[in-house]
């Protein structure tokens, strides 16, 4: 176990996030925690978008430490202006940081391999590999050798960052940025909640306890009602659980037989029930799994966006000038979500459209003087005009914040992939049971919620009007409009009539976010239909719904809390006991002690939030003792550990990579068929190949990358070394590597005779020969006549 290593990166997040604590604390004055719950993701966004522009020119060490003096100077400027610090709710961010890292540090000890199948790990362990390798930005891609990646590669970025700052090694790298960013996650989720739910006179440690475990251990209700389907009697419970269209199987058939994959895929999406699951993956499962995706990397970042949100919200309709400046920060949030993780980045400027919408200060109040007075005028004389000044408005700011955000990464976004298009109305769509085991949970507390804050005849009607929705959309196979649309329309109203706060906000975009995927998707190669706009978009459901049902949860336990509740209403059966036993006072002790309406809400709301919890954390139970118990026998951090297990044969290849400076150019085999032993050679050391993994047609199109494979077949089998040195030299190429795969596609190659190329490195399974460009270029001799 590499204790220092861990211990390294523990302290230099925590350093960062001390280092950020003035700044965040400056622009989070009006939170009651003053920011401190978000001192991390600040300083990760800050060093991010610093370390961004700065290696457009030069990437490496110094960059790193120039990023981290742009953090230091905010945060002394903040200083300077007098700003106000809470400690102790730092200290609390940084225990919550401390555990959920160690978490994910014990889960990766036993899992630590950064593998080809189940999942993206060759891509992410590459990427960063890349960025480790690259003296200024965007790195090469090492499955497009030549080519500037076209992936997004923001969190890798930032990954090599944190490498660069410990003298990191990219096998090591990758676990514990792994760790960093599932612990910034929570930690975010944690802060954000927390400070939403002190600004609504709940308590801060309640609500940030929920969203963080929210993010950081639930799961959705398929492992649960699995497990009761394990528990009831196999009739019934087989009933329940392919009721809700699962599939009998895992948990459901006994504890040994538990797989934390199929928790991840549970609403079909094939034209027949069981071809194939659409991707609806919650926190804990990614991070379990184990890539180093944007998905999993971006949340960090749109939860700080929804934060400077919630800082506009909070902040005095009087100070324009203070609302304007949080609202603006948005765009380079969203801008460094675009390089993080590009699907992210219409959420976040979604997120302020509803803010600037729905916010106490209306939208005109932040244009000039003039301009908000005449328009004000102009709408105090109709309910109409108000609403169409607030929605115009509102989408004209959330448009302005998006081309912001454009400009803040706008060297990526000139060489990013292009060519998608908009798929609309995709077939099938969600059913019913599967929409209830992604999202039942989110959808009950926010009924309830939405419930509580108005009068019983409306969400009676609301009711009915859901189940007369829910029959008739169940016909046509639109289960989630009438699932999603009532809350939906009910926190709008609710928002607009000042019944709600800006937890509401969180939900109604979470809510449109969902019922947008079922109706609009993009077209594109990964993954069939619409299996991968969903899969994206359901990671940003999570994240911002998780905080809503953080401060939801919160207000409808109360004040007093869960334990508080629960033990009242023990108290309150016993007395109730009691006087039925002293029969003549019976009636008096009854009234004594009947709660109020309130109070007996909330001591129902505190027993169904322990059970809930208690349900919810059944996989990360059985997830963590699958990953621990079932993992390696020797724990590391070393990604590359594996190899040495399971690929000997071309593990000293490898390695001898590896330690080759620089990014020069191979030839291997192309990963024509993914998520297999090929292409390791450049996935695992960053060195580019001229063809590697197929996911390359998704970024520049089929006929450039069938193009390349055929040139590559070309150098492995032509007898031509004319033809062999012509493509070698169009490619650049340094090294061509002889491996097994190789061998086995390409037949017995020796190269070893050929002008210009000889062996560099050689073992009884691999041969990697170097390439002089400048020998091959020469005339090939003559023989004499």
Do not use: C
Not at 602 to 618: D, E, P
């Amino acid at each position: 176990m590499e204790l220092g290593i861990v211990l390294t990166w523990l302290v230099l997040y925590l350093g960062l996030g001390v280092l950020a604590l003035p700044l965040a604390s400056q622009l989070f004055e009006d939170f009651p925690d003053r920011g401190a719950g978000l001192a991390i993701p600040v300083a990760f966004a800050v060093i991010a978008v610093s370390t961004y522009w700065l290696g457009q020119v030069r990437f490496g060490l110094v960059t790193a430490l120039f990023a981290v003096l742009a953090l230091l100077t905010g945060s002394v400027l903040a200083l300077r202006s007098g700003v106000s610090i809470d400690r102790s709710r730092f200290r609390d961010a940084a225990v919550v940081f401390t555990l959920a890292y160690l978490l994910l540090i014990l889960i990766r000890l036993y899992r630590p391999g950064a593998v080809p199948g189940g999942g993206e790990k060759f891509l992410d362990f590459g990427l960063l590999a890349s960025v480790l390798r690259a003296t200024a930005l965007p790195p090469q891609d090492m499955w497009f050798a030549g080519e500037s990646v076209q992936y997004y590669y923001g969190g890798h970025m930032l990954a090599a960052v944190f490498a660069l700052l410990t003298d990191t090694a990219p096998r090591f790298a990758y676990n514990t940025a792994l760790a960093g960013y599932y612990a910034a996650y929570v930690t975010a989720a944690w802060g954000l909640a927390g400070a939403i739910t002190a600004h609504r006179g709940g308590s801060y440690r309640l609500g940030g306890g929920i969203a963080a475990f929210l993010v950081g251990l639930a799961s959705n209700l398929s492992t649960p009602i699995r497990f009761l389907g394990w528990v009831l009697p196999e009739p019934l419970g087989r009933r329940l659980v392919e009721g809700v269209g699962l599939e009998f199987a895992g948990l459901a058939r006994g504890p040994f037989e538990f797989n934390y994959w199929f928790a991840s895929r549970v609403i079909d999406a094939g034209n027949e029930p069981g071809e194939w699951e659409l991707i609806t993956e919650f926190p804990f499962f990614a991070f379990l799994n184990g890539d180093l995706h944007g998905h999993m990397m971006s949340p960090v970042f749109l939860l700080l966006g929804a934060g400077l949100a919630a800082a506009y919200w909070m902040r005095p309709a009087a100070d324009r000038r203070g609302r304007l400046g949080r609202l603006l920060l948005v765009a380079p949030a969203g801008g460094l979500l675009v390089l993080t993780n590009t699907w992210s980045a219409p959420a976040v400027f979604g997120v302020a459209w509803l803010t600037v919408l729905f916010a106490p200060a209306a939208p005109w109040t932040l244009l000039p003087d003039g301009w908000a007075e005449r328009i004000g005028t102009w709408t105090d004389t109709s309910r109409l005009r108000t609403e169409s000044a607030r929605l115009g408005l509102a989408l004209a700011i959330a448009s302005l914040l998006a081309v912001g955000g454009a400009l803040t990464v706008f060297p990526f976004l000139t060489g990013a992939a292009s060519g998608r298009s908009v798929g609309l109305l995709p077939t099938p769509r969600s059913d019913l049971g599967g929409l209830l085991t992604v999202y039942g949970v989110f959808l009950a507390l926010t009924a309830s919620y939405l419930a509580s804050r108005v009068r019983r005849r409306i969400w009676v009607v609301a009711f009915l009007t859901s189940l007369v929705l829910l029959l008739v959309s169940t016909l046509v196979r639109a289960s989630a409009l009438a699932l999603f649309g009532p809350l939906l329309l009910g926190g709008w109203y609710l928002l607009r009539t000042r019944e709600a706060g800006f937890e509401t906000v969180l939900a109604v975009g979470a809510l449109g976010l969902v019922l947008l995927v079922e109706f609009v998707y993009v077209i594109e190669q990964a993954g069939p239909g619409r299996m991968n706009t969903v899969f994206k978009i359901a990671a940003q459901v999570w994240a911002l719904w998780s905080v809503a049902a953080g401060v939801m949860l919160t207000r409808l336990v109360g004040s007093a809390g869960p334990l508080a509740w629960i033990r009242g209403t023990v108290r309150g059966v016993r007395d109730r006991f009691r006087s039925w036993l002293a029969r003549g006072e019976q009636t008096a002790n009854r009234k004594a002690a009947s709660p109020g309406t309130n109070e007996g809400r909330h001591r129902l709301a505190s027993i169904g939030l322990v059970m809930l919890l208690l349900a919810l954390s059944i996989y990360p139970a059985f997830g963590l003792a699958w990953a621990v118990g079932g993992g390696t026998d020797d724990p590391t951090l070393d990604a590359h550990a594996y190899i040495e297990a399971e690929h000997p044969e071309e593990a000293a290849a490898i390695h001898w990579l590896r330690d080759q400076p620089g990014q020069p150019t191979m030839v291997s085999a192309p990963g024509t068929e993914i998520y297999r032993w090929v292409n390791a050679p450049s996935s695992m050391t960053g060195i580019p190949t001229v063809a590697g993994w197929s996911h390359e047609v998704g970024y520049r199109g089929e006929e450039p990358y069938w193009d390349r494979v055929r040139d590559v077949r070309i150098i492995y089998e032509t007898s031509e070394p004319e033809s062999r040195a012509a493509l070698l030299g169009l490619y650049d190429v340094t090294y061509i590597y002889v491996g097994p795969t190789e061998r086995e596609r390409f037949g017995t190659v020796d190269y070893g005779e050929e002008s210009g190329i000889h062996t560099a490195y050689t073992d009884p399974n691999v041969t990697i020969y170097r390439v002089d460009l400048d020998a091959i270029k020469q005339p090939v001799p003559q023989p004499a006549s």
